[in-house]
């Protein structure tokens, strides 16, 4: 089974200082039949204005990772981390047993992320941070492994067995990606425009994958992709 999901399908809040659009239920916006897909929680789409951004709230027995698209993210947290993560780079928060952070854009343009929960395959982990930048040249023409369970190929580690991609493509660049049996995928296009398993996709479409063998994208336009290989739960 593969399912499209539209763009213009997917849950939407705006807040002035922050747009946001929602795969699944999360916070005004609820949707029974969009929950979650396997071990992905959330996967929001924000742009945040120059100068704003969320401060210091709590978060427990969730994966929390933040790949940024434009500008940069600076983050506090409980911990006494700091850093700032910008365009292209991840960072990812375990919250464990319990932990405190901030994000703002302190940038003078807004910011564009993407903001990504995983369902922890276990509860009470001691809470921790960590980044990596991931240039370009590393995602050009492949699918670049950026965040995993045991920090493969220089990967972010959480704490699910869950796999997050990143690839750039353009023209004849393609790559495929094998998806192990009871394993579910999930395909988002950040921007550009990509066809995958046959489907024409523009910039924020999604696709999910239930009991199908491979991902397939090819014939890219400027696109830049993530692909979730996810676990059931």
Known sequence: MIERRPYG???????????????FSFAEYRDPARVHWGALRVLNDDTI???SGFPPHPHADMEII?????????????????GRTEAGDVQVMSAGTGIRHAEYNLEPVATR?????IIPDRQGVAPSYEERKFSEAEKRGR??????????????GIHQDARLYAGLFDGDEQAEL??????????????????????????GDALLY??????ALRNGRQAEVLVFDLPQT
Do not use: C, M
């Open 9 to 23: 399908s997917l849950g939407a809040a705006n807040h002035g200082w922050l747009d946001a659009k929602h795969h």
């Open 49 to 51: 204005a120059p100068n």
């Open 66 to 82: 933040t790949y940024v698209r434009e500008g940069a993210i600076t983050h506090e947290d409980s911990l006494s981390n700091r």
């Open 113 to 117: 992320l993407f903001q990504i929960w």
């Open 143 to 156: 699918l670049r492994l950026v965040a995993s369970p045991d920090g493969a190929d220089g990967s972010v």
């Open 178 to 203: 094998a998806l192990a049996p009871g394993r579910l995928g999930y395909v988002h296009v950040a921007r550009g425009a990509v066809e995958v398993n046959g489907h024409a996709l523009s910039a």
């Open 210 to 215: 239930e009991g199908e063998p491979l991902v």
